[in-house]
């Protein structure tokens, strides 16, 4: 069964330096993978999504991630964080069991970005 | 805008109360999910339907039953309402097919149950 573990429950960076939120995923086969963002009190917004091509991957608002297969990992970065980045984010893997590939989203990670 | 649409946004029940949460999406999707939302557990799939007329359960199906009358629709019941309910719910759809791709959510449902 397929399975997402997120390293960190909370991260705080600082306005203007780099951002680094840590997935881990367990998967039988070669997994379909997504970062999804949550701000306050709103739904979520897919940021990015790794599907068997390249295995660096550029989401929206300058995030990126990269698919490690050796390393089962999808960390999520961004070279500079903006105020507005603050909010929760979640990693993603599509389980395809039974051909109608369910989300199984990992616990998620706040970030918060100080000035 | 095209999307889905939960209503109501939030809601208050009493343990033992009843209701139904409403999903509706206008993009002709196939697939339709109903998630959960806790602290630090973050999404957890509740039922889901491949097309109209189907259901199925997810991860934590226990306490509620869900319909797929129209293909635009998903309604998720609470027939007897208990404070483990207590949680943001979240709808979300999805096109057939390609099926990785197109997971559209909605704003969710905040419910309480005292």
């Known amino acids: 069964a397929q399975s997402v573990t997120q390293l960190d429950s909370h991260v705080s960076v600082s306005e203007g330096t780099p951002v680094l939120l840590r997935c881990n995923y367990s998967?039988?086969?070669?997994?379909?993978l997504f970062w999804y963002v949550q701000h306050p009190n709103k739904g979520l917004q897919l940021l990015l999504k790794y599907t068997s091509a390249a295995t660096l991957v550029k989401g929206i608002n300058g995030f990126e991630a990269e698919f490690k297969k050796s390393e089962t990992s999808f960390h999520l970065t961004k070279p500079s964080a903006h105020m507005s980045d603050a909010a929760e984010y979640f990693c993603?893997?599509?389980?395809?069991?039974?051909?109608?590939?369910?989300?199984?989203f990992g616990a998620g990670t706040r970030l918060a970005v100080h000035p | 805008n095209a999307g889905v649409t939960q209503t109501p946004k939030f809601r208050v029940l009493k343990t033992g109360q009843s209701m139904t949460l409403l999903c509706a999406q206008d993009?002709?999707?196939?697939?339709m999910y109903w998630y959960r939302q806790d602290p630090g557990m973050g999404l957890r799939l509740i039922h889901y339907?491949?097309?109209?007329?189907?259901?199925a359960k997810g991860e934590v199906p226990d306490g509620y039953n869900v319909s797929r009358l129209k293909k635009q629709n998903f309604l998720l019941g609470l027939e007897s309402a208990a404070p483990s309910q207590t949680s943001v719910y979240f709808c979300?759809?999805?096109?057939?097919?390609?099926?990785?791709?197109?997971?559209?959510f909605g704003s969710g449902t905040r419910l309480t149950v005292v």
């Open positions: 993603v893997v599509s389980d395809g069991a039974g051909g109608y590939n369910k989300l199984i």
């Open positions: 339907s491949v097309g109209e007329g189907t259901t």
């Open positions: 979300a759809s999805r096109p057939a097919g390609q099926g990785i791709y197109g997971y559209t």
């Open positions: 993009m002709n999707h196939e697939y």
């Open positions: 998967s039988s086969y070669s997994p379909s």
